[in-house]
């Protein structure tokens, strides 16, 4: 039997545009790695009207309603009331969640407000999980041959779950307790298995040239091709009935792919660029230095995102006006005024000059326009030249971004890694 599931999102401050619903898509991966697919999700409001009929509605149409959201001390959380209403479950004072909430605020020598009391009601029949983080439990509410006559009796097993919205207080639940009570209770009988190639150097219309066909495989596959600064992601979805049969399907597809992007392919999954040229720098032994301008040290930061950058990476240096690039890294005032900073002679000679001050293997350049202003006609609003240098030769690169300035600072980190 397929089972799947409805994923609704609480709060106002979502709907608002306050903050970024990054849990839906947690959650929306993580059960689609065990089977179940995910067909809806839902951003509501704390509105006990709009909670109590989105639950109902969520429980006629799938297996799994699982909440995250409303479960906090505050009058405008209000989930769990909305969940008994909707569930026709009375909730009960549980003691050994109080004892708990009680022991947070007395290990961190804080005075408990009375409102968080409210968060040990537990609706009748639910199983709690309690917070090793913050104080709000997680809820697991079976339902068999129980559920109101607004939602149909005689339904087969189904089962809401509500969970804090705060991020990590809801990862550490999901991967320790819900998903071994969705697998020990629904047993999927698929799977879903996905992999992302990552691709940069090429435009998503060329990428889209090159794989069209591969694009619109249909039947158990599903395709997708998504953009993002100076990368391509092409993601391969799978479903079967064992992760054997899966992987050989998606190893076909991706075997298909990488004989026609070839080395525009760098990693696979979460993998990043960043994390790439690094484990390339370390299998060779080889190091690195860097001198931005333009990008302000998002390149260094990016590099040093890595565990284990300090074997490869000793300096990065932010020479940001004309002054530092010749008094830091000896590039001459005149080379500047001929060339001008933003050029690809003065791009290569900070690449080489601070691969030389550090005494490493190769050294990267980065000086361009980030705007929004300081553009002209000859050299507007992105363009960017990025110097690469080895001790058998310097080269240098040109660039023109479109983008606000943010985005322009990352393409050219992107570009840099790349190089």
Same mark, same amino acid.
């Given at each position: 039997m397929?089972?799947?599931?409805?994923?609704i999102?609480?709060g106002n401050?979502?709907l608002?545009g306050?903050?970024?619903?990054?849990n /839906? +898509?947690y959650?929306?991966?993580?059960?689609?790695?065990?089977g179940?697919?995910v067909e #809806?999700h839902?951003?509501?409001?704390?509105?006990p009207?709009?909670?109590?009929?989105?639950?109902?509605?969520s429980l006629?149409?799938?297996?799994?309603?699982?909440?995250?959201?409303?479960?906090?001390?505050?009058v405008?959380?209000?989930?769990l009331?909305?969940i008994s209403k909707?569930?026709?479950? #009375?909730?009960?004072?549980?003691t050994?969640v109080?004892?708990?909430?009680?022991?947070?605020f007395?290990? #961190?020598?804080l005075?408990?407000?009375?409102n968080n009391l409210r *968060? /040990?009601?537990?609706?009748?029949?639910?199983?709690?999980i309690?917070?090793?983080?913050?104080?709000a439990?997680?809820?697991i509410i079976?339902?068999?041959?129980e559920?109101p006559?607004?939602?149909g009796?005689g339904a087969v097993l189904?089962?809401v779950?509500?969970?804090?919205?705060v991020?990590?207080e809801l990862?550490?639940?999901? @991967?320790?307790?819900?998903?071994p009570y969705?697998r020990? $209770?629904?047993?999927p009988?698929?799977v879903?298995?996905s992999r992302?190639?990552?691709? $940069?150097?090429?435009?998503?219309?060329k990428?889209n040239?090159?794989?069209?066909d591969?694009?619109k495989?249909?039947?158990?596959? +599903?395709?997708g091709?998504?953009?993002h600064?100076?990368?391509?992601?092409v993601?391969?979805?799978?479903? @079967?009935?064992?992760n054997?049969k899966a992987l050989s399907?998606?190893?076909?597809?991706?075997?298909k792919?990488?004989?026609?992007?070839k080395n525009h392919?760098?990693?696979?999954d979460?993998?990043?660029?960043?994390e790439i040229?690094?484990r390339?720098?370390?299998? %060779?032994k080889?190091t690195?230095?860097?001198?931005?301008s333009c990008t302000?040290g998002?390149?260094?930061? #990016?590099?040093?995102?890595?565990?284990?950058?300090?074997?490869y990476f000793?300096?990065?240096?932010v020479?940001y006006?004309?002054?530092?690039?010749n008094?830091i890294?000896?590039?001459?005032?005149?080379?500047?005024?001929?060339?001008?900073v933003v050029s690809?002679?003065?791009?290569?000679?900070m690449?080489?000059?601070?691969?030389?001050?550090?005494? $490493?293997?190769?050294g990267?350049?980065i000086?361009?326009? /980030?705007?929004p202003g300081?553009?002209t006609k000859k050299k507007?609003v992105?363009l960017v030249y990025?110097?690469?240098? %080895?001790k058998?030769r310097?080269?240098?690169k040109?660039?023109?971004f479109l983008? *606000?300035?943010?985005?322009?600072k990352y393409?050219?980190t *992107?570009?840099?890694?790349?190089m």
């Open positions: 397929k089972i799947s599931a409805h994923v999102c609480i401050e979502i608002l306050h903050i970024n619903n990054t /839906a +898509q959650i929306s991966k993580n059960l689609s790695s065990i179940i697919k #809806r839902l951003s509501i409001p704390d509105a009207e709009v909670i109590i009929s989105s639950i109902k509605k006629r149409e799938t297996d799994i309603v699982l909440i995250s959201g409303g479960l906090g001390p505050t405008d959380d209000m989930t009331e909305s909707a569930l026709e479950r #009375r909730p009960f004072f549980n050994r109080a004892s708990h909430i009680k022991k947070h007395k290990k #961190r020598r005075k408990m407000p009375k *968060q /040990a009601l537990v609706p009748e029949g639910a199983k709690y309690l917070n090793s983080i913050g104080t439990p997680g809820l079976p339902l068999k041959n559920a006559a607004t939602i009796r189904k089962t779950i509500a969970l804090p919205g991020p990590f990862y550490s639940m999901f @991967e320790k307790t819900v998903i969705i020990k $209770t629904f047993h009988e698929e879903i298995k992302i190639i990552k691709i $940069t150097g090429l435009a998503e219309s990428v040239e090159k794989i069209e591969i694009l495989i249909a039947g158990n596959v +599903q395709m091709i998504y953009p600064p100076e990368e391509i992601s993601k391969i979805t799978v479903t @079967e009935k064992n054997k399907v998606i190893n076909g597809i991706e075997g792919i990488r004989s026609r992007l392919i760098f990693g696979y979460d993998e990043t660029l960043e040229v690094g390339g720098l370390m299998k %060779t080889k690195l230095s860097i001198a931005e302000g998002l390149l260094a930061n #990016r590099i040093t995102d890595v565990a284990g950058s300090s074997y000793p300096i990065g240096m020479t006006s004309n002054e530092s690039k008094k890294l000896h590039i001459p005032l005149d080379v500047m005024r001929k060339y001008g690809g002679p003065v791009a290569g000679l690449a080489k000059n601070v691969r030389l001050l550090s005494g $490493t293997d190769i990267i350049g000086s361009g326009i /980030a705007g300081g553009g507007p992105g990025i110097g690469l240098s %080895t058998k310097t080269t240098s040109e660039f023109r983008g *606000q300035r943010n985005i322009i393409k050219a *992107q570009a840099a890694l790349d």
